[in-house]
């Protein structure tokens, strides 16, 4: 079964700092991609990054960074420079080469404070 | 093109009733999903298409869901005699087919059902 666990249900980061948000997954496939996904209150999900398993490099976007270990079956999403914008949950999923729908993890509410 | 379109936003039915909800994907997206989404929970799958064939569906599908894509663009989701449990957020979803649909998917606003 492939699956995906964000053991941290709710996070607090004051704006401007830095928070990192964790994602373990499971699969015995080793073709993969992986994402994270923001979804705003009352908001439509939107991808923030994504990453091919078969990359070494950490994915960046902007503000957003992933730490990617394939052996740990580990994506942590970082987020820089935090902004009140950034509140939202925050799912990591993934789909493998022989699949085609995505599987997520429970997510993760993020609150940014002033 | 103004992405994935979902309608109605919102819906409020009773128990028992049957409801309907429409996606309009992004027109060169050729792949549909259908997730539902509960509070507090991660999108879970439902059933995807590839322009007007259903390929899969889950297990959460009961047999009181229908889903069609009857020409290959819109898709439709019945849910007949609901139930207080089909309670959710219904997401739709597109993507291109093969290396595109690994970039990722484009979601809709979704359908929130209260049933009641």
């Known amino acids: 079964a492939q699956t995906v666990t964000q053991s941290q249900p709710e996070m607090s980061v004051q704006e401007a700092e830095t928070v990192t948000l964790s994602c373990t997954y499971d699969?015995?496939?080793?073709?993969?991609?992986l994402f994270w996904y923001k979804q705003p209150p009352s908001r439509q999900m939107i991808l923030v990054i994504r990453?091919?398993?078969?990359?070494?490099q950490n994915a960046t976007e902007n503000r957003f960074s992933v730490n990617f270990q394939k052996a740990a079956k580990s994506f942590s999403l970082k987020i820089s420079d935090s902004q009140l914008g950034d509140t939202a949950m925050y799912f990591c999923a993934f789909v493998t080469g022989t699949a085609s729908k995505l599987t997520f993890g429970t997510g993760t509410r993020l609150q940014v404070t002033l | 093109d103004t992405g994935v379109s979902q309608d109605p936003r919102h819906k409020i039915t009773k128990r028992g009733q049957n409801v309907t909800f429409r996606c309009d994907p992004i027109s060169e997206h050729n792949r549909l999903y259908w997730y539902r989404q509960t509070l507090g929970q991660g999108p879970e799958f439902l059933t995807y298409f590839q322009n007007e064939a259903q390929l899969e569906k889950s297990r959460l599908l009961s047999d009181r869901f229908s889903a069609e894509r009857p020409k290959g663009s819109f898709s439709t989701l019945e849910i007949q005699r609901t139930e207080q449990g089909d309670s959710a957020m219904y997401l739709c979803?597109?993507?291109?087919?093969?290396?595109?649909?690994?970039?990722?998917?484009?979601f809709g606003s979704g359908t929130r059902l209260t049933v009641v």
């Open positions: 979803a597109s993507s291109p087919q093969g290396v595109g649909s690994l970039y990722g998917y484009t």
């Open positions: 990453q091919e398993a078969y990359k070494q």
């Open positions: 699969t015995s496939e080793s073709n993969y991609y």
